[in-house]
């Protein structure tokens, strides 16, 4: 999965500094389906890792638990990325000398089957 920001970011960091303990990637289930009585939550259970962060992109490799769990339905779950207070520091753009602004600290994106 990549993130494209609108400009070029800082990049020469230590990437692993983007991790479990500072970043959320999770799917948000379409329709509230996760507050059915039979939804099984480890079923739609990820793991992720900065595959690269270049310019203005950042790729996450994805592993799915059970990728057929994904939007299952017509409408698509979401994939949920947010970056805690801790590391928000780390997405400069020397180009537009800004750090990423506030209201993008938390992303979503459909994700298809």
Same mark, same amino acid.
Request: proline letters at 4%; charged letters at 25%; glycine letters at 0%.
């Given at each position: @999965?990549?993130? +494209?920001?609108?400009?070029? @970011? ?22 509230? *389906? ?6 099984? %939550?480890? &079923? ?5 890792? +900065? ?23 017509? %409408?698509?779950? *979401?994939? +949920? +990325?947010?970056? *805690? ?12 000398? *800004? ?7 938390? @992303?979503? &994106? &459909?994700?298809? &089957?």
């Amino acid at each position: @999965m990549d993130i +494209v920001f609108n400009a070029s @970011m800082l990049t020469s960091f230590n990437h692993s500094s983007i991790n479990l303990t500072n970043t959320d990637v999770y799917i948000e289930p379409a329709l509230s *389906r996760d507050q059915e009585e039979n939804f099984n %939550v480890s &079923k739609v259970n990820l793991t992720w890792a +900065v595959e690269s962060y270049e310019n203005s992109t950042l790729t996450i490799k994805l592993n799915f638990t059970s990728p057929v769990s994904i939007s299952p339905l017509a %409408v698509q779950d *979401r994939l +949920v +990325v947010h970056f *805690r207070e801790e590391i928000r520091g780390l997405f400069f753009s020397p180009e537009i000398n *800004r750090f990423l602004e506030p209201e993008y600290f938390t @992303m979503r &994106k &459909k994700v298809r &089957k």
